[in-house]
């Protein structure tokens, strides 16, 4: 007779923030949107493939439009008011996310682009003659 066992279920903090820090990361390929607190600690999370798309069309605006709309239903569920944004990569579903914030009523404090820009970056390769 096999032994039963019991199944562990995590439940979901409580999270006491008012403020939080959105990081859009912007590829050809997808759009992922995580929702954090100011200390950098992951409150939730979405992309094109979370909202249901596949393939090429989880990095299309809407796509990123829609994964937006999710995390900002639970920003406000849990009781954020006020987000900060920052945008990463240059992909097509950056505006569409920005967007869908300020029409779900969050206050949008600051908006910066932190996109890495090599300072001087790999030697480019010999020329061809």
């Known amino acids: ?16 923030v008012d403020h939080g820090v959105v990081h859009i990361k912007s590829s050809y390929n997808n759009t992922i ?10 409150i939730t999370w979405g992309s094109g493939g979370t909202a249901g798309f596949q393939g090429t069309r989880k990095g299309t605006p ?27 990569g240059p992909g097509s579903g950056r505006e569409a996310a920005i967007r869908t914030f300020q029409a779900a009523g969050l206050e949008i404090g600051t908006i910066k682009d932190v ?15």
Do not use: H, S, W
Request: aromatic share 2%; glycine share 4%; hydrophobic share 40%.
């Open 33 to 42: 949107i995580t929702l954090t607190d100011p200390d950098g600690k992951v």
């Open 62 to 88: 809407y796509a990123a439009q829609l994964a937006a709309d999710q995390v900002a239903k639970e920003a406000v569920k849990l009781g954020i008011k006020k987000v900060d944004i920052l945008v990463k």
């Open 1 to 16: 007779m096999a032994k039963k066992t019991r199944r562990v279920v995590k439940r979901k903090k409580k999270i006491a």
């Open 115 to 129: 996109t890495p820009i090599p300072f001087n970056g790999c030697r480019p390769k010999k020329k061809r003659v």
